[in-house]
Each structure stands twice: as structure tokens, then as C-alpha cells.
């Protein structure tokens, strides 16, 4: 027997198709949406369904895409610390096929491969671009205060540190490199 026959040809079937319908509304919509379809004409629910299967993937593959960046930044910071730059950076290649090249991520992930790796002029210039976009940006400053250290750019290093605390007074960090910093000026 067909499930038509099966089922008595009263509006059961399609009143509880019509309350399904006007829940996924009200999720997909909020209650506004679901009042003003009670009294909008009859329309079949597998229309709405598609629309509302649409939002739900673009969410989905949005979440998806996120989990997938932040495992690959994950996943270049482990083989960055572990010395292992032909790793990083054929995982930053993965990583440049989600975001803009000059996206702070990208740029962020560059520069670290690029202190990590002894590349510091790279790493100077990647941290230079942070810098322009986010003037006040603490990382960028003090991965640029060490890099002038190490290269012996001391009347630099202190400039930009002094510049780097009058806007971050509170910084742990900061307050440590300078600590430091005095230590091996003395």
C-alpha cells in the first residue's frame, strides 16, 4: 500500500508539514517572519526549505573554513617552533589559498616564519606592514625593538621601545624588554 493510501486524505499530514515549515521559519527568521507567514497565502514548504538548507551550508562551510585556518596557523606555529621552515612554509602556501596575502594572519604568520627562520630583513619588513595598518600593534613593536637589538641597532631599539611603552604602559611585555633591555645597556 502507498503512503497515500496509508494516510487518511484529511490536512493531518499537511498541517504538521505546516507546522514544521513555520518552526524552521521561526528559526530562519525570528517570529516576525513566522507571524507574517500565518497570514500570508499557503505556500508549499518545500519551497522554503532550500532557501533556509542555503543559510544553514553558507554557515556551515563558513565554520568549517575558520576551523580550517586556525588548525593551519596552529599547525605552522608547531613546525615553526620545532624548526622545521619547509613545513611552515608550505603551510602558509595552504594557508594563503583561505585568506588575502596581506591579510593580518598571513602577515602575522610570515613574519614569525620569517625571525624564525633568520630571515630578519623579511621579518623587519613583514613587521613594518603590521605596523602601518595597526600603528599601536605590540607585537609587530616589540618583535621590531628585538630585531633592532640583534642587529645592533641599539639607539633604535631604545627609541622604539620608549615609543612602545608610552602607548602600552600596562604591558607586561613590554615592561620585561625594557627591564631587560636597561640590563645590557648598563
Known amino acids: ?13 499537511r498541517g504538521g508539514l505546516l507546522h514544521v515549515w513555520t518552526a524552521l ?19 508549499s514548504p518545500q519551497m522554503a526549505v532550500p532557501a533556509i538548507s542555503m543559510e ?24 615553526t617552533r620545532q624548526g622545521n621552515f619547509t613545513l611552515a612554509e608550505t603551510l602558509l602556501g ?31 619588513q613583514t613587521y613594518r606592514q603590521i605596523l602601518e595598518r595597526i600603528e599601536n600593534d605590540e607585537n609587530a613593536g616589540i618583535n621590531l625593538i628585538i630585531l633592532a637589538a640583534r642587529a645592533g641597532q641599539e639607539e633604535e631599539a631604545a627609541r622604539m ?7 602600552h604602559p600596562d604591558s607586561p611585555q ?11 645597556r648598563q
Request: hydrophobic content about 40%; glycine content about 6%.
Open 161 to 167: 621601545l620608549a615609543d612602545m611603552v608610552r602607548r
Open 94 to 124: 595552504a594557508l594563503g589559498r583561505f585568506l588575502p596575502e596581506q591579510s593580518l594572519t598571513m602577515l602575522r604568520m610570515r613574519a614569525w616564519l620569517a625571525v624564525s627562520s633568520g630571515q630578519e630583513e623579511t621579518a623587519r
Open 25 to 43: 521559519v521561526c528559526l530562519a527568521g525570528g517570529l516576525a517572519a513566522a507571524q507574517a507567514q500565518e497570514n500570508a497565502p499557503r505556500a
Open 56 to 79: 544553514t551550508s553558507t554557515y556551515r562551510m563558513e565554520k568549517a573554513r575558520e576551523s580550517q585556518i586556525r588548525e593551519l596557523v596552529q599547525k605552522i606555529d608547531t613546525a
Open 1 to 13: 500500500m502507498s503512503d497515500s493510501k496509508k494516510r487518511p486524505a484529511s490536512g493531518k499530514r
Open 174 to 184: 613590554l615592561n620585561a624588554l625594557r627591564q631587560a633591555f636597561e640590563g645590557t
